[in-house]
């Protein structure tokens, strides 16, 4: 029995970070690039080591207390029966959570073994295992109270999974878990439980049986995990049936055409870039090549269209997805955290599949931009959407009520060194650059890569491979597109300049002999222990200029050194203004390194200039000293001013206001937010769902009255105001108001309605002007009757 669980243990270390633990047992083909498992990688950097050693000792426990405090462990607890309560949660998916916790535990334990950690996951899979019912089913948003169960799931089983219950998502975060539990521990006891499950699916779909497409994507690349993991090949078979039954449905969950048939990214982006993976996993194993068309024509879409330069994908909020082409707005950028490690997932498997360099310039770009910034510098606070511009209102959370990301961080981050490095028959691909030491299983005997980089901050990487023997083989040094004067492929990014320094790659100290392979330097010799590589790729600080047709980044310009993509932020200006800095085109800027700042970071430092708006509504330009820090370290020291793309004319900016009477008022509503100061920051709206401007909204409120009043800072004589409303339709939740009406502070201390001379307009995409006897007052307010299935929000408000 011992040796069996030996034998067992072996097989599941390799291929370990797609699950791949079946290869051996299963006749089928497979990827034609094999991953290098994470544990295979010891990871000792200044950048990644730290933030691997945070999750762990930090972002781990906290999202395990969350859970507990939040009720999300209680819910297993009152399935099981053994502990009375009612559903205590928001969402029927928040038993994910807890898997995605426990998956990413697992990961961790494999470099820092903890038996404390083991034992409480120990813990909580008892609970699950006893609150799954007796067929396998495991649902605690059903389970606890049949006949009550969660409103977005139907009173059967499964009858709503094609919309809201998120049934066989539940399933996919479980068996994600179980294949990584059991791989970090060798204990079957959650995937046991997993095996059960899936074994129920497997009864209730398939031809001729229940065929309802999964509303949230991940059951197809987590059945696939769990097919690699026990050689069953109904798994499988499972995994192809949920992906060919889409078709019926809407392109929010990207069901609105066959996945084959499928050739732009759509809908939801989560849910999109699971399911891209997961037909890039089946397609891998079944060799379905109407898969892998339709996900490479995805891709061109993504990246020559709607990619964001910090790799952050999904730029609409109201449905957390796609927008149209070129349509990248900044201030309201959506960047979900969890799409950006979907968008690492979905590359990676490409690369595998086609080992070409692009796709890991994407994941790169992602990974150390978009991805990285969803949690804090200090590991316990995160971003769910990551803009590209602020005012201020955005700031970390230590929670969320749907809590998909900081969970989601929990297990990906201990992943990291698994995506390094990658083999096939003849050769051994790096892929990322970080301080380290890899043992890869090659040729029937061992190769050790010894990795010394200060990455991403220098671009010098030197490389001592020690093969166990003397043997011949390619060693693939993946060039960066940037080192290469493309920052993306395609030409939705170009850099402004061109830079004609060359990378260089040496051996042993002279230069080497090499061939330019699908963006990899291929060395092909006979390899001895000792022998050393030494890259260099040239860093120096990048302006970067997006597609004409991108209207949100006219006139302005994105800084990037390596990877690594920049920000202006308010504490490094003295008046906390950012979005009316003015950066020449030809400004030189020279980066240093600030050990004691946001755990140690590259800064880039020069001049610029600030515009402001004078009483009479000219522009003027005053010199500031510039500097600008890592994109993914902003929001770690307060909230304020931010912004990437960065103007290069005073059009393009955002001046700093002259004072006005709204602008000097102090503000309070009846639904306070942070946003409140956007209905009196001057910034002209171009539409009512201006997406690059702030808006204030009464989200969820509908059918209701509410409220907004300037106070002002002194008594004013005012005749006139006008309102631009906000509406985000179709997608959104906001609409103009049914109708509304101002009053004013008398005398007497009592609100009176103004004598309007003309009707309060309720127009979208302009001023509703409303011009009114005048009065001497101290305070304005508005009063807004929303529509019945709708909030409202207001873009500006001015008075006159």
């Known amino acids: 029995m011992k040796m069996h669980i030996i034998r067992t243990m072996f097989c599941l270390s390799f291929l370990f970070l797609l699950g791949m633990s079946g290869y051996s047992q299963t006749k089928d083909r497979e990827y034609p690039i094999q991953p290098i498992p994470f544990t295979s990688v010891k990871v000792n950097d200044k950048f990644w080591a730290p933030r691997i050693k945070k999750n762990h000792e930090v972002t781990i426990p906290i999202a395990l207390g969350h859970c507990y405090k939040t009720g999300r462990v209680d819910n297993f607890l009152f399935a099981a029966h053994t502990k009375e309560g009612k559903f205590c949660t928001e969402y029927p998916f928040d038993d994910t959570d807890i898997y995605k916790i426990i998956e990413g535990a697992s990961y961790s334990l494999q470099t820092f073994p903890d038996k404390y950690l083991e034992a409480r996951l120990d813990t909580l899979i008892d609970y699950i295992g006893k609150a799954q019912e007796p067929d396998g089913y495991l649902y605690t948003a059903r389970t606890i109270d049949p006949a009550h169960p969660h409103p977005w799931a139907g009173m059967q089983r499964w009858v709503k999974e094609s919309d809201l219950s998120h049934e066989l998502y ?37 031809p001729g049986k229940l065929d309802y497409e999964p509303g949230h994507q991940i059951v197809e690349m987590a059945l696939v995990k769990l097919y690699r993991t026990t050689g069953t090949k109904q798994y499988l078979d499972l995994a192809k049936f949920f992906l060919d039954s889409r078709g019926k449905g809407t392109e929010y969950s990207q069901d609105n055409k066959k996945v084959v048939d499928q050739t732009e990214a759509v809908g939801h982006a989560v849910r999109a870039t699971y399911m891209y993976s997961g037909m890039a996993d089946v397609a891998a194993i079944t060799g379905d090549e109407a898969y892998v068309h339709a996900i490479d024509k995805i891709w061109e879409d993504v990246v020559y269209d709607k990619l964001y330069i910090t790799g952050g994908i999904g730029a609409a909020g109201g449905h957390e997805g796609f927008g149209p082409a070129y349509d990248l707005p900044n201030m309201a950028a959506y960047n979900e955290t969890c799409a950006s490690i979907g968008n690492v997932y979905w590359n990676y498997r490409l690369f595998l599949l086609h080992g070409d360099a692009k796709y890991y310039d994407v994941l790169e770009r992602t990974l150390y931009n978009g991805l990285v910034s969803g949690v804090s510098v200090s590991g316990d606070r995160f971003f769910y959407d990551n803009p590209l511009q602020s005012l201020g209102q955005h700031s970390r959370k230590a929670w969320f009520g749907c809590a998909c990301c900081p969970s989601n961080v929990c297990r990906f981050i201990p992943s990291l060194p698994g995506y390094m490095y990658a083999k096939n028959a003849t050769r051994i691909y790096t892929n990322l650059y970080v301080n380290s030491t890899a043992t890869i299983d090659f040729k029937g005997s061992k190769v050790e890569v010894a990795q010394k980089t200060e990455y991403p901050w220098d671009g010098k990487i030197n490389f001592v491979v020690n093969p166990a023997k003397s043997q011949n083989f390619e060693m693939a040094l993946r060039i960066p597109g940037w080192a290469q004067n493309e920052p993306s492929p395609g030409n939705l990014y170009s850099f402004a300049t061109k830079d004609n320094t060359a990378f260089t790659v040496s051996i042993n100290g002279k230069p080497a002999t090499y061939q330019m392979d699908h963006g990899y330097a291929v060395i092909k010799r006979q390899w001895k222990k000792g022998d050393e590589i030494s890259l260099i790729l040239p860093m120096p600080v990048r302006k970067v200029v997006a597609n004409a047709k991108v209207e949100a980044d006219h006139n302005k310009v994105a800084l990037q050194r390596g990877p690594v993509v920049y920000c202006a932020e308010w504490p490094d200006y003295t008046n906390g203004g950012v ?28 001049s610029a200039s600030q515009a402001k708006r004078s009483i009479d509504n000219k522009v003027d330009l005053s010199a500031v000293s510039f500097k600008a820090i890592p994109y993914y370290a902003w929001a770690n020291r307060g909230s ?37 100061l956007a209905i009196n920051d001057q910034a002209e709206p171009k539409n009512s769902n201006d997406r690059d401007n702030l808006n204030y909204h009464w989200w969820p409120l509908k059918d209701t009255t509410q409220w907004v009043q300037y106070t002002f800072a002194k008594p004013e004589k005012v005749s006139s105001v006008k309102l631009y409303w906000f509406d985000d339709s179709p997608w959104g939740g906001c609409r103009v108001p049914e109708s509304w009406k101002l009053l004013y502070l008398a005398a007497d201390g009592k609100w009176k309605e103004v004598q309007n001379q003309n009707s309060y307009g309720i127009e979208k995409d302009k001023y509703n002007k409303v011009t009114f006897s005048p009065v001497q007052t101290e305070a304005l307010k508005i009063e807004v009757k929303l529509p019945k299935e709708y909030a409202g929000g207001i873009l500006e408000w001015s008075v006159e």
């Open 579 to 606: 979005l009316n800095l003015v950066l020449d085109k030809n400004a030189s800027l020279t980066p240093e390194y600030k050990a004691e700042l946001l755990g140690g970071v590259e800064v880039l430092e020069g």
């Open 640 to 676: 304020g001013e931010m912004a990437v793309w960065l103007a290069t004319e005073p059009d393009a900016a955002r001046p700093s206001p002259a004072p006005t009477i709204a602008s000097t008022s102090t503000i309070t509503a009846s639904h306070t937010t942070k946003t409140l």
């Open 170 to 206: 539940n399933s996919g975060h479980l068996f994600e878990a179980a294949v990584a539990h059991y791989q970090a521990t060798g204990k079957r006891s959650l995937l046991d439980i997993a095996i059960k499950n899936a074994d129920l699916l497997c009864r209730d779909f398939g």
